[in-house]
């Protein structure tokens, strides 16, 4: 059993669309993480939330952290083919230091 | 500063064989993870050395062993080699040793045939 459900796992957009994608869990997270990852690369994190509720922008992107920390969102606004990629969220649960990832969502953004 | 570096860039191997990766972390860290990301999959927690000590382990047999040095530089050994362990193997580093922003590698992709 995944830990870290993330849906929907492919996503296949036009340039300038909106979307929004799905990180769940049963657990409770201290804090919860999300990567982006290009093929051959390693991933590179977008954002950390730490508080129940928590909102954080990048840019054309906004994070959401749930109010009882056990799931979050990431929407994408008028994206673009440079957001293509594999986006991970990923989370650590109690006192242990063990980042716990989901299996990713596959973006690709047509021009 | 170059980040995070990892050696080799890819790998081959044959069932049964041992393998070494490296990994060197970012300047002023000394907290190194690993991990394994299989096809399709997000990353998997290995184990994680602070101190020359492995700190956590994630679930994995005891074929899969590691070393971190004083330089804070760190070896993940393999032995005894299974196809399913081809995979992309990640180093992650962070300065400290919990829920700090951990930076990766670009990776090692092992393939054992």
């Known amino acids: 059993t995944q830990l870290l459900e993330q849906s929907p796992q492919f996503l296949s957009i036009q340039e300038g669309e909106n979307l929004t994608v799905y990180c769940n869990s049963s657990?409770?997270?201290?804090?919860l993480q999300w990567y982006r990852q290009e093929p051959g690369e390693g991933p590179v994190l977008l954002v950390t939330v730490v508080t129940g509720g928590e909102v954080k922008k990048l840019k054309r992107l906004t994070f959401q952290f749930g109010d009882a920390r056990k799931d979050s969102s990431l929407h994408i606004t008028a994206a673009q083919p440079g957001d293509t990629g594999l986006y991970l969220c990923a989370g650590y649960t109690g006192a242990n230091s063990k980042l716990t990832f989901g299996k990713g969502i596959t973006l690709s953004v047509r021009p | 500063d170059a980040g995070v570096t990892q050696s080799p860039t890819h790998l081959i191997k044959t069932r049964g064989q041992q393998v070494t990766l490296r990994c060197s972390p970012k300047s002023g860290h000394d907290t190194v993870s690993w991990y394994q990301q299989a096809l399709g999959q997000g990353p998997q927690f290995i184990f994680q050395y602070y101190e020359e000590e492995e700190r956590q382990r994630g679930n994995f047999p005891d074929r899969f062993s590691g070393h971190q040095f004083p330089n804070y530089s760190s070896e993940l050994n393999v032995n005894a080699l299974l196809l399913g362990d081809s995979a992309l193997y990640l180093c992650?580093?962070?300065?400290?040793?919990?829920?700090?922003?951990?930076?990766f590698g670009p990776g090692t992709r092992l393939t054992v045939l």
């Open positions: 992650a580093s962070s300065p400290g040793q919990a829920y700090n922003e951990q930076f």
């Open positions: 657990s409770v997270f201290s804090s």
